[in-house]
């Protein structure tokens, strides 16, 4: 295809893209708390089947000697001990973001991208969709497990040095870790709703609604991590 074709083409996806992302939000906008109960509901399905396989890894395997530094009980407590929590979670957060990015244009900009091609160029456009999606669900997928197994083995750790059970531990947590993986989860919740209705043009807009919804979240969640949640597991601990 001439350069100046694929210009124009091009300029028409993102066109498009940008007109359903606006109707979307115009949609949402008018009724708002249906599309939020869904996206909540899955991340708080997710967030807890995460925590209970944390549970579950910290009680069954053997904990590490070495001691694990966590602010305002094995460290100081501090605007820096928060900044860096929430620099840890941001990285986690954009990496959900970008997901669901990938979803729209693996789900919706490449369609509109193929049906304006012809030839071996329309093949690869066709094929490069379900392919992209492949590899976030893959990607996604790893990044739960390796998730699951740090914190585990940092739970076990924690309740060794604190002298309390795994249970115990993530109960002590939940003040702070519950609503930060809900927030952390919310644009892979979005994905999953718009995967299982086809729905792959919504998935930009949902970007800018579940990120903007998890970044206060999220710094609130970081101070109650390093200010309140060392007192609860000191009162657990005894």
């Not at 109960?37 to 925590?51: D, E, F, I, K, P």
């Not at 929430?86 to 990938?102: D, Q, S, T």
């Not at 739960?144 to 947590?173: F, H, Y």
Request: glycine share 10%; proline share 6%.
């Amino acid at each position: 295809m001439h350069a100046g074709m694929r210009t124009r083409v091009n300029d028409l996806v993102l066109v498009q893209g940008m007109a359903d992302t606006r109707a979307t939000l115009a949609a949402w906008n008018a009724a708002p708390w249906p599309v939020l109960r869904g996206w909540l509901g899955w991340s708080l399905a997710v967030s807890v089947t995460l925590l209970l396989v944390v549970w579950a890894i910290a009680a069954t395997i053997v904990p590490d000697p070495t001691p694990i530094l966590m602010p305002g009980l094995t460290a100081p407590a501090g605007l820096d001990a928060v900044g860096g929590v929430l620099l840890r979670n941001a990285l986690v957060l954009a990496l959900h973001g970008f997901a669901c990015v990938a979803g729209f244009i693996a789900g919706s900009s490449m369609p509109l991208t193929a049906e304006r091609h012809t030839g071996a160029w329309r093949w690869v456009h066709e094929k490069a969709g379900p392919l992209a999606i492949g590899f976030v669900v893959a990607a996604t997928g790893f990044s739960l497990v390796t998730q699951a197994w740090v914190l585990g083995g940092a739970a076990a750790t924690l309740a060794e040095m604190g002298g309390i059970s795994p249970g115990l531990l993530v109960l002590g947590i939940l003040p702070h870790a519950l609503p930060e993986l809900v927030a952390l989860f919310l644009p892979l919740a979005a994905w999953m709703v718009a995967s299982r209705r086809g729905e792959w043009e919504q998935l930009l807009a949902a970007t800018f609604v579940t990120v903007g919804i998890a970044a206060p979240v999220l710094v609130i969640a970081s101070a109650i991590e390093v200010y309140v949640t060392p007192h609860v597991l000191r009162a657990i601990a005894g």
